[in-house]
């Protein structure tokens, strides 16, 4: 009867024990989000899966202002922010080292396993000024510090912020720039081999900057650029098919409009559409479904976590042929081209 008892006893102990862990584990779920509803992804050239929709922690702001009139995302807010996103099921995370908060989104990765996340980073460009010896100093100096600043062995995602500055504004990449350009990439290239970056890439590099890169071992495996419904048209400046037709990648920042303004979020002809296609569309999903529906990835920001469910949402829309055919061709944000400095 006492061997009974016990035997029971220890039955008992093993199930409370093996609830305890299941309450453990679902708490965690919670807490870190859940792996289940894995977002959709894209391939890069090099076979590296990048996440189609990646929450931005760069310089916007609610209240309409600059960045360095109105800072947003500091080390704390970013912090909260990548939790916040990862809390609804976003796991990705766009910084940079120009936007000052790496040590907060760093903070945030300790919060699970480094390959449970992406993050993207991007790097100043090199001044006009400079010598090519000096450049890739500071180069090597920023992506080190990124690395120091995140806490982290390598990232997913490295990007050349910018092309060097083009003299005279607005014109074709010139011979300075490139050779600057060229010198960043091999750096960035450098450390891909070394493992300290999972994919590379450049933003805001028209194609005239781009061609400096392609014959290198490496080309850009990422171009993220300004891209949004109304500007006009499915490809403005054609930069869309340049860099498909050299296997790069071109994401879009900006996808609500110029971070200014955000005017997109809040446009009447959006919210129409986004009405007769299903009355709990938002303009904001129906700007955000156009460019997926294009096939470009996005980076967005928002620090609402019905926002970011709806971002996530929006690969679920399906936006007839004859609607995007003419969101194609609207020009609601004709006002706000393809931001770059060359062509």
Not at 24 to 39: P, Y
Not at 147 to 152: I, M, P, V
Not at 271 to 285: D, E, V
């Amino acid at each position: 009867m006492l061997k009974r008892s016990y035997f029971s006893l220890k039955v008992h102990l093993v199930t409370v024990c093996f609830v305890v862990l299941w309450i453990q584990e679902v708490l965690m779920k919670k807490q870190v989000g859940n792996r289940g509803a894995k977002l959709p992804t894209i391939s890069l050239a090099n076979g590296v899966e990048m996440p189609m929709l990646i929450v931005g922690m760069g310089p916007w702001c609610s209240s309409g202002h600059k960045l360095r009139d109105h800072p947003c995302y500091n080390d704390s807010l970013a912090a909260s922010n990548a939790r916040l996103a990862r809390k609804v099921g976003i796991r990705a995370v766009d910084t940079a080292f120009a936007y000052a908060n790496q040590i907060g989104i760093g903070i945030a990765l300790k919060d699970l396993p480094r390959r449970a996340s992406w993050v993207t980073s991007k790097i100043p460009a090199c001044s006009i000024s400079m010598d090519l010896d000096s450049c890739v100093v500071m180069s090597e100096m920023f992506f080190n510090k990124t690395l120091l600043d995140l806490g982290t062995s390598f990232v997913d995602l490295m990007l050349l912020h910018s092309p060097p500055p083009i003299i005279p504004w607005g014109s074709t990449c010139g011979h300075k720039t490139c050779a600057l350009a060229q010198a960043q990439w091999g750096v960035l290239s450098a450390f891909l081999k070394r493992g300290k970056a999972r994919a590379i890439g450049v933003s805001n590099y028209c194609a005239s900057c781009l061609q400096c890169l392609l014959s290198s071992d490496v080309t850009p495996h990422v171009n993220q650029i300004q891209y949004h419904v109304g500007m006009p048209g499915a490809d403005p400046t054609g930069l869309l098919g340049f860099c498909r037709s050299h296997n790069i990648v071109p994401q879009a920042y900006s996808p609500l409009g110029n971070y200014q303004t955000h005017s997109l979020a809040s446009s009447s002809h959006l919210a129409r559409i986004g009405t007769h296609l299903n009355p709990q569309r938002t303009s904001a999903q129906v700007a955000l479904g156009w460019i997926i529906q294009h096939g470009v990835p996005l980076v967005t920001a928002s620090n609402s976590d019905l926002h970011l469910k709806q971002s996530i949402s929006t690969f679920n829309m399906d936006i007839p042929h004859a609607v995007m055919a003419s969101l194609d061709a609207w020009d609601g944000a004709r006002e706000d081209p393809v931001r770059g400095a060359c062509r």
